[in-house]
């Protein structure tokens, strides 16, 4: 069985949160800490080659601008006075964001030429800006009516940039087609489930909600057509038992990270995730990979899949080198390279072996307004278990 030994250690003292982890290919790889800082670690040698000093609060969030592409220098940062750009060539801050209610912000995403921005619930509502990032003025888009808590996480379509999702500690996991102007006509569909933790793409058309009482399950996008169809959710309740765990750190294209803590020890555990399915048997585990102290993110580069990156409330960012050879780490969920209509349904995007999408055609510039909108109900709200931190 493949087995992690550790190669490197980059600690940044006991009481510094290491909170994330982002690869700027072409550079080094990032780390965001409580105390406001991001670094950036040499592939190599794994030591700080440049020190950013964001501001004098934690960093909730930390992502590549284009995430798509491998040859970016640009970062943002979100924490609880703004959202602040970054060029790691001259360490320069090119933008910040603020919004008009000075809400803090707990999410980002990034893909397309587009930034979205969450924010923390401040009075009604938690608020959802999107810019375009030629231009950090005005945002191009605010979705501002839409979520009743914190925006724990915000996810562009790889394939589909006019579609978008977000989640939130309100329950909900809403879907936008952003070729429609007004916020009650783009909120395509409301997904109720729990306090969110972690949502994406699993597949073009799917959706998984990972929840922060480590309750996990995939649902269906909805389609345009007239006749209502609502599939029910693939629901595997609470994963703590059956996936061995204390806690999920998250879902990543290719495997799931879990980790565990009792009786003062802690242990990362990678679980393959192959068409949907966790593989639990075919789990690796690091015992002591960072003490008792909860994980918070993992980086397994596709190029180089025998190394392995883990952060967590140690603060420290770890090397692994898998002993017995490299596991099979797409770079998606999915060959994001395609790019097409997810509401196409006269086509079936079906997917090769090698994660390609097959079967797909040209996008048409009125491809959504041929479609009726479907019904969107929104059920009892849900208590999280926790706030983000």
């Known amino acids: 069985m493949p087995g992690y030994q550790l190669i490197e250690n980059a600690n940044f003292g006991r009481n510094n949160w290491c909170m994330g982890l982002q690869p700027l290919y072409q550079h080094g790889l990032l780390t965001s800490l409580s105390n406001g800082e991001v670094h950036l670690l040499d592939w190599k040698t794994h030591t700080t080659m440049t020190k950013i000093k964001v501001g004098d609060v934690p960093i909730n969030k930390l992502i590549v601008i284009n995430s798509n592409y491998h040859s970016e220098s640009l970062f943002a940062t979100a924490s609880l006075d703004s959202v602040k750009i970054f060029d790691i060539r001259d360490k320069s801050c090119i933008a910040t964001i603020h919004n008009d209610k000075n809400s803090p912000f707990l999410s980002l995403d990034s893909r397309e030429g587009r930034l979205a921005c969450g924010t923390e619930l401040s009075g009604v509502d938690a608020e959802l800006f999107i810019y375009d990032i030629r231009d950090f003025s005005t945002p191009t888009r605010g979705l501002v009516d839409s979520h009743h808590d914190d ?3 915000i996810k562009f ?29 783009a909120l395509h569909q409301v997904i109720n489930y729990a306090s969110i933790h972690s949502c994406g793409w699993i597949s073009p058309r799917r ?6 009482m480590e309750t996990f399950a995939i649902s269906e996008l909805n389609d345009k057509s007239e006749e209502l169809k609502e599939p029910q959710p693939l629901d595997f309740g609470d994963i703590r038992d059956s996936w061995g765990c204390n806690y999920v750190v998250d879902i990543y294209p290719g495997y799931i990270a879990t980790g565990k803590s009792q009786e003062g020890k802690g242990s990362l555990n990678i679980m393959p995730l192959v068409d949907e399915t966790p593989q639990i048997g075919s789990s690796i585990t690091i015992n002591d ?9 993992v980086f397994i580069p596709p190029q180089d899949s025998q190394i392995m990156y883990s952060c ?49 055609e040209e996008e048409t510039p009125e491809r959504h307004k041929k479609k009726s909108k ?9 208590v999280p278990r926790y706030t983000p931190y």
């Open 151 to 153: 925006i724990t996480d």
């Open 157 to 185: 379509h790889p394939s589909d940039n006019n579609i978008l999702l977000s989640g939130s500690t309100d329950g909900y996991t809403n879907i936008y087609d952003l070729t429609e102007e007004d916020e009650d006509d």
């Open 207 to 212: 959706i998984y909600t990972l929840s922060h």
């Open 289 to 297: 990979a960072h003490g008792d102290d909860v994980i918070r993110d």
């Open 312 to 360: 967590g409330e140690d603060g420290n960012v770890k090397c692994w080198k898998n002993t017995t050879g490299s596991l099979t780490i797409p770079e998606g969920f999915w060959d994001y390279s395609n790019k097409f209509d997810v509401f196409d349904t006269e086509n079936d995007l079906s997917m090769d072996v090698n994660g390609s999408v097959v079967a797909i």
């Open 374 to 382: 479907k019904s969107k109900s929104k059920k009892s709200k849900h």
